[in-house]
């Protein structure tokens, strides 16, 4: 990948990848509604959702293609905003050039490194244990990922650690999603007026059902 | 009016530049901004001192060639109008001016205001053209083309080259400008012929020149004298992708 120099190549390995991850949230998000369901029942349920997932070998595969978009969505990142920021050259001494663009669309970097420290903690605390750690079994035999989540959930700074990591997803997301079609090349009219409004509901979405389920664990359980 | 400017001075490239305070007191309301810079040159030069430098030529607002940072922001507080267009009325008395050069390592700095924008003409040089001659007008029923698809084309092409999208892009893209000119030959059967190659020189030479990537703010079309839409820059990333996945 490091051999890939022109930009416009590098933005659409961007926009993949990004696309790619967009498709991945609306699964994981359906697949962890299962948390909210009533505990006992959801106790099961859940476990074993996670046990078929971790066996199934299409679902292996399509998490390696994940992984893989995760690093380079992240590397590629850093490359081009390096690339940037030689390209800019020296600063304005008064620059208000702000006003015409939304601050978001200028912060992906920044809102794209609390998504990834985010991630690194969200590996190490369930996927991690989950894959290497010693988990309990629940009654129908299966690790007792359910237990671990809810427990995780009780600390309401962590609660707090995901609505902000939510928070900067959903901003991320709301510049993300129409910006990687722009970069496909998307460029008929009508269609780019869709993509910016299903762009917003698919953000608007995604932070309020990523959002509810810390809240009503810690809230309820 | 009395006027405070703060104006960027800049001896060559090779020296750095710095803000300059100079007061001035009898501008008056209805003066260009282009002309107060005038006053403030003549000023200067009955002083004896080295007049600012600034670029200009047509002052209507067609060509191009005028373009400074006025209080931060390209072409000044106004939407979509050159510096010439700009006059001191959008100004008030006492007010603080800050003008500054257009900045990015792309358009290095020749003295106080002027900037060297001659990576634009290298990157028409790449394929801005239509390769064949044309000839005369053709018969207008021969060549059909829908008036939707004349119009877009004729919005791309009123880009002006002044370079206020470089300067108000965060990464010092050249994409609005290289894209204007890609689709509007796209868009028109002269031009369609040769868009691949094209498309790929061009790009190829906006990147060598060390302007940076898109990354969509949008902010280059709110700037841009001309309102140039930034869905052109996406009919670039279209013929660009289309040109390689057909390689």
């Known amino acids: ?80 905003s390096i690339k940037a920021k030689k390209a800019s050259g020296s600063s304005y001494v008064l620059d208000k050039r702000n006003r015409a663009s939304k601050w978001y669309s200028r912060q992906m970097m920044l809102l794209g490194t609390i998504v990834f420290a985010f991630l690194v903690i969200h590996f190490k605390d369930f996927w991690f244990i989950y894959k290497f750690g010693a988990l309990p079994m629940d009654s129908a035999g299966n690790k007792d990922l359910y237990g671990l989540v809810v427990a995780a959930f009780q600390d309401l700074w962590y609660v707090i650690l995901y609505a902000i990591a939510i928070l900067a ?47 009503y664990i810690y809230l309820n359980l | 009016m009395k006027i405070d400017l703060k104006v960027w001075r800049q001896k060559n490239q090779n020296t750095k530049g710095h803000l300059e305070s100079y007061i001035l007191d009898e501008v008056d309301a209805e003066m260009s901004f282009l002309e107060m810079l005038d006053m403030l040159n003549l000023k200067l030069a009955k002083r004896g001192e080295r007049p600012v430098e600034f670029d200009h030529d047509c002052r209507e607002g067609i060509c191009g060639q005028c373009g400074v940072m006025i209080n ?47 990576a634009f003409d290298d990157i028409i040089a790449a394929g801005g053209y239509i390769s064949v001659n044309t000839g005369q007008a053709p018969e207008a029923n021969s060549i059909l083309i829908s008036h939707d698809e004349a119009e877009s ?69 709110v700037e841009c004298p001309q309102d140039i839409s930034v869905l052109n820059i996406a009919q670039m990333n279209y013929e660009y992708n289309k040109a390689k996945l057909k390689k």
């Open chain 1, 1 to 80: 990948m490091w051999f890939i120099k022109n930009a416009i190549t590098r933005k659409n390995l961007m926009a993949i990848t990004g696309l790619f991850l967009c498709f991945f949230l609306i699964i994981h998000l359906l697949g962890n509604l299962q948390l909210l369901m009533p505990p006992d029942e959801g106790r099961l349920q859940y476990n074993l959702y996670s046990d078929f997932l971790s066996n199934n070998i299409l679902v292996k595969l399509i998490s390696y293609v994940l992984y893989a978009s995760i690093l380079a969505h992240t590397i590629d990142s850093i490359y081009l």
């Open chain 1, 169 to 215: 997803l959903g901003f991320h997301l709301l510049h993300g999603f129409f910006s990687a079609f722009r970069t496909i090349g998307l460029y008929n009219p009508k269609y780019n007026r869709l993509v910016k409004s299903v762009g917003v509901i698919f953000a608007v979405a995604m932070t309020i059902g990523y959002f509810i389920i810390p809240f």
């Open chain 2, 72 to 118: 931060g922001i390209a072409h000044g507080p106004l939407k979509n109008t050159t510096t010439c267009q700009l006059h001191m009325r959008s100004f008030k008395d006492g007010d603080t001016i800050y003008v500054e050069p257009f900045k990015a390592k792309a358009f290095p700095v020749i003295r106080d205001l002027k900037v060297d924008r001659s």
């Open chain 2, 153 to 221: 084309a004729f919005d791309s092409a009123a880009c002006i080259g002044c370079g206020a999208c470089v300067a108000t892009c965060k990464n010092a893209s050249a994409a609005l400008f290289t894209s204007s000119k890609i689709s509007q030959l796209a868009k028109l059967p002269q031009g369609k012929k040769e868009s691949s190659k094209r498309t790929v020189n061009m790009v190829n030479r906006m990147e060598d020149l060390g302007f940076g990537h898109c990354t969509n703010t949008e902010a280059c079309q």
